[in-house]
């Protein structure tokens, strides 16, 4: 399952991949994404929880990278990831290397507490 929502105030879309995340969650995922784009100016910020993420299928890489590219082309300036293993990344950086043309800065962290405090909303 994937959860979209944006704060248009603090310039952030947030994006939490819960459970066990298949393509047709993408597929449903994307106008909540298209959505919550239209909320934010170029310049806006990142959060992509992955720390309750169970699995995502091989299959879901292109979906990804389509939700990427529109993140890319709607002016994210930082992507903070939430991943709490290293071992569990699904190849972000390798995917943001070919879907942000534009490189914007990414920070991996371990926890929710770290990337809201990095984000500067605690």
């Not at 248009?8 to 947030?14: D, E, I």
């Not at 071992?87 to 507490?113: K, Q, W």
């Amino acid at each position: 399952m994937l959860l979209i929502t944006s704060n248009k105030t603090k310039q952030l879309l947030h994006i939490r991949y819960l459970g066990p995340v298949q393509l047709k969650d993408f597929q449903h995922g994307q106008e909540d994404l298209v959505a919550q784009l239209k909320e934010l100016s170029p310049g806006f910020r990142l959060l992509a929880d992955f720390s309750q993420m169970e699995s995502m299928g091989l299959d879901c890489r292109p979906a990804l990278g389509r939700m990427m590219d529109l993140i890319g082309q709607a002016g994210v300036d930082l992507v903070v990831r939430v991943i709490p293993e290293p071992g569990r990344d699904i190849g972000m950086n390798i995917l943001a290397l070919f879907h942000y043309r534009r490189r914007p800065r990414a920070v991996t962290c371990e926890s929710m507490v770290e990337a809201a405090r990095l984000l500067g909303l605690l």
